[in-house]
């Protein structure tokens, strides 16, 4: 069964395997709803390609760890062309084994941008020291990121035209909103947890992709931070025009 890992070939066909399996842990889908699904879940992401989609379905068919069964004649089904809109997917045994066994892994391969995302996706049915272990990984992360963008920055700024110069800057205050919303959940994990729920997710958390925060007002500018002047390049755009 190990072998599973070799048939979803490479990193980003691991993250599309947790987030399919995930989703049919959820609830036994067809294919036009998985799509649907996946789209949601995978496009904040990524661009996530269809045609990578079945594939991955036919793996996993073959490995044992999702298996298609006929919808009952009274359950409805969206229309979708061709005989696929007729088979429903669903995790066998198997594949609620490897489901949890890729949520235990929580090592570099977790914290990258691709497949970060799609770990937090489902935490809430991730143990409590593998979501901290992420979480923290992932700040460290950035943070070194952090640290090669500012050195980078002042080495080159006087060479920089006003709008590349505004351009770096924007990224750079991405990156420390994530951080700084990390650090948010790295502390509520260390007091206990929100609970796994889905309900009870931190309602001051910023979403880690479009850095705008809920529940309460901004506040200082990131860029303060960042050590560079404001006085120079166009002027400075508030979160909310990004």
Excluded at 176 to 186: A, G, K, S
Aim: glycine share 10%.
């Amino acid at each position: 069964m190990r072998e599973v890992v070799g048939s979803v070939v490479g990193g980003r066909s691991n993250v599309l395997e947790l987030a399919v399996l995930g989703s049919l842990h959820e609830t036994p889908l067809h294919g036009y709803e998985l799509r649907k699904r996946l789209n949601a879940l995978l496009g904040m992401f990524r661009a996530f390609s269809y045609g990578s989609l079945y594939p991955c379905l036919r793996s996993l068919l073959n490995d044992g760890l999702i298996a298609e069964e006929e919808p009952a004649p009274a359950e409805p089904v969206a229309p979708l062309a061709g005989r696929r809109s007729k088979i429903v997917y669903k995790l066998t045994a198997e594949g609620k084994e490897r489901l949890q066994d890729l949520l235990t892994q929580s090592g570099p391969s977790s914290w990258e941008d691709e497949s970060f995302g799609v770990h937090f996706a489902f935490f809430r049915h991730t143990q409590a020291e593998v979501r901290l272990r992420i979480l923290e990984g992932r700040r460290s992360r950035l943070e070194e990121r952090l640290e090669g963008v500012r050195n980078a920055l002042a080495r080159t700024r006087e060479r920089l035209d006003a709008y590349t110069l505004e351009l770096q800057r924007h990224g750079l205050e991405s990156v420390e909103r994530e951080v700084r919303w990390l650090n948010e959940l790295i502390a509520t994990e260390r007091r206990g947890g929100p609970g796994g729920t889905e309900s009870s997710t931190p309602g001051r958390a910023v979403h880690h992709e479009t850095g705008h925060e809920t529940g309460r007002e901004t506040t200082g500018g990131p860029a303060a931070n960042a050590g560079t002047d404001a006085d120079e390049g166009p002027a400075r755009a508030t979160d909310t025009d990004h």
